[in-house]
């Protein structure tokens, strides 16, 4: 993931956007401002993948699965999972309630995770990295 600033314009704007577009998705920011939040969000996002991959991985162990057992579906689960946003014109949430049926065991621990508050805490560990980064760049 790549940054051009808005500000920017003609031949000099028009170059650095066909290098950063040639890197990966290019994303314009509005102010430099949002550095920080780019930078948590895709920067770090990695990460957060690997995490929810490692929970579960993790769980599937717990489970009963073998090591490599749950590795592989972990993995595969979430390759999966991306494959479908790339592929497909629906967004994540509109895919997550494809997915959901009512009554059923996806909805269970959606709900589990809704009641706990994951995205309220989710969405504050972003604040805090936000915070982090900017701190970094003083």
Known sequence: MTYVQADNSGDQF????????????????TNESMIGALTTISGCGPAYYFLLTELLA???????FSD?????????VLLGSAELLKKDSK????????????GGVTEAVIDSLNEQNFGEIFSQAI????????GLRG
């Open 91 to 102: 967004s994540a949430r509109q895919w997550r309630y494809a997915v959901t049926s009512k």
């Open 58 to 64: 993790d769980k599937a162990k717990s489970l009963g």
């Open 68 to 76: 490599t057992d749950a590795e592989k579906l972990a993995n595969e």
């Open 127 to 134: 604040d805090e990295g936000v915070k982090r980064e900017e």
């Open 14 to 29: 028009t170059i650095a956007k066909k290098i950063f577009s040639s890197l990966g998705t290019e994303v314009r920011l």
